[in-house]
């Protein structure tokens, strides 16, 4: 039986296997530590691609949020794995950056999402021996609280741990700059690593990304990061009435309370133009009351749509 999830990062790419085998082990005894390996673990495979894969040139700055978002990046990764990074980023920087408390369903999500982005780069990059397409996130292999673990780090702890990986790192940029001439074992290792992207491309890859799931849980993440608490039954799938339908009925699928104002999250998902979220979203506007808002969550943008009394819409 295996003992980790991360077994295919072994060989060719022992130091993210390093990182990502902290995450997996402190999931369950330390989840605000487990999401901050997990960043530690994406950070190390954008750096590896970026370094690796000639297609990807480096932004204006270095930092992973302008590594991801570099619109190449995602062509590169494809929208599945693009989303499971910004999941793991997102996460990581709630670990370090605030106080609010990390929960182990984050971060069973973030070793989660880690599993696949890192599949998906062995997948497309390795030289060696791939994992099967078949390979599962097994849950079951994450570590669990022990009787004498240590104390969960704080928030001004990983924020010191994270400076000194930084200072021990070298710059992206430095290091790229400095290759700019491009020696010829850097030549050597991205022709490999081309023609091993060329040769892993044949088969097609049937891999379960779980789109879904990441896809749901980015937008509770970001949700829950612009104030809705999303805590209570009502918060969800709430049924409304009125609606310009058939039976006139149908469920809002995100609600934030507050006085008499009213909130309601739809996703349709990234396979779905914004122009019919908008007009459901007036849909779902005509069933509210007067002052009251509808806002729509699309992904990217977030709409917001004023009730039919009031007329309009903005992003």
Same mark, same amino acid.
């Given at each position: =039986? #295996?003992?980790?999830?991360?077994?295919?990062?072994?060989?060719?790419?022992?130091?993210?296997?390093?990182?990502?085998?902290?995450?997996?082990?402190?999931?369950?005894?330390?989840?605000?530590?487990?999401?901050?390996?997990?960043?530690?673990?994406?950070?190390?495979?954008?750096?590896?691609?970026?370094?690796?894969? #000639?297609?990807?040139?480096?932004?204006?700055?270095?930092?992973?949020?302008?590594?991801?978002?570099?619109?190449?990046?995602?062509?590169?990764?494809?929208?599945?794995?693009?989303?499971?990074?910004?999941?793991?980023?997102?996460?990581?920087?709630?670990?370090?950056?605030?106080?609010?408390?990390?929960?182990?369903?984050?971060?069973?999500?973030?070793?989660?999402?880690?599993?696949?982005?890192?599949?998906?780069?062995?997948?497309?990059?390795?030289?060696?021996?791939?994992?099967?397409?078949?390979?599962?996130?097994?849950? $079951?292999?994450?570590?669990?609280?022990?009787?004498?673990?240590?104390?969960?780090?704080?928030?001004?702890?990983?924020?010191?741990?994270?400076?000194?990986?930084?200072?021990?790192?070298?710059?992206?940029?430095?290091?790229?700059?400095?290759?700019?001439?491009?020696?010829?074992? $850097?030549?050597?290792?991205?022709?490999?690593?081309?023609?091993?992207?060329?040769?892993?491309?044949?088969?097609?890859?049937?891999?379960?990304?779980?789109?879904?799931?990441?896809?749901? &849980?980015?937008?509770?993440?970001?949700?829950?990061?612009?104030?809705?608490? $999303?805590?209570?039954?009502?918060?969800?799938?709430? #049924?409304?009435?009125? =609606?310009?339908?058939?039976?006139?009925?149908?469920?809002?699928?995100?609600?934030?309370?507050?006085?008499?104002?009213?909130?309601?999250?739809?996703?349709?998902?990234?396979?779905?133009?914004?122009? #019919?979220?908008?007009?459901?979203?007036?849909? &779902?506007?005509?069933?509210?009351?007067?002052?009251?808002?509808?806002?729509?969550?699309?992904?990217?943008?977030?709409?917001?749509?004023?009730?039919?009394?009031?007329?309009?819409?903005?992003?």
């Amino acid at each position: =039986m #295996p003992d980790s999830n991360f077994i295919f990062l072994r060989t060719e790419w022992p130091d993210l296997h390093d990182a990502a085998s902290k995450a997996e082990a402190l999931a369950y005894p330390d989840a605000r530590t487990a999401c901050f390996y997990a960043r530690r673990s994406l950070e190390l495979a954008v750096h590896w691609l970026y370094k690796h894969d #000639p297609a990807l040139r480096l932004p204006y700055q270095d930092h992973l949020s302008a590594l991801i978002y570099e619109p190449i990046f995602k062509v590169v990764t494809g929208e599945a794995v693009f989303a499971k990074a910004r999941v793991i980023k997102e996460l990581g920087n709630l670990a370090v950056h605030s106080p609010r408390p990390v929960r182990q369903f984050d971060a069973v999500a973030a070793t989660r999402e880690l599993f696949h982005f890192t599949f998906w780069l062995v997948r497309t990059y390795a030289r060696g021996a791939k994992p099967a397409d078949g390979l599962a996130f097994d849950p $079951l292999l994450l570590g669990r609280p022990a009787a004498a673990a240590a104390p969960a780090q704080s928030p001004e702890q990983l924020q010191r741990l994270e400076t000194q990986f930084r200072e021990r790192d070298e710059r992206l940029s430095d290091w790229l700059r400095d290759k700019q001439a491009l020696d010829a074992e $850097l030549l050597r290792l991205r022709a490999e690593v081309a023609k091993a992207r060329l040769a892993n491309a044949a088969p097609a890859d049937t891999h379960n990304y779980s789109e879904a799931e990441t896809r749901d &849980y980015l937008i509770d993440l970001l949700l829950k990061e612009a104030g809705w608490s $999303l805590d209570q039954k009502r918060d969800r799938e709430f #049924p409304v009435e009125g =609606m310009p339908n058939q039976d006139g009925k149908g469920f809002v699928d995100y609600v934030q309370w507050g006085g008499r104002r009213l909130a309601a999250g739809i996703d349709r998902g990234p396979a779905h133009p914004a122009r #019919p979220a908008r007009v459901s979203a007036a849909g &779902y506007a005509v069933c509210r009351q007067p002052g009251e808002t509808v806002r729509t969550s699309v992904g990217y943008p977030l709409l917001q749509v004023q009730g039919a009394r009031g007329g309009g819409s903005r992003e």
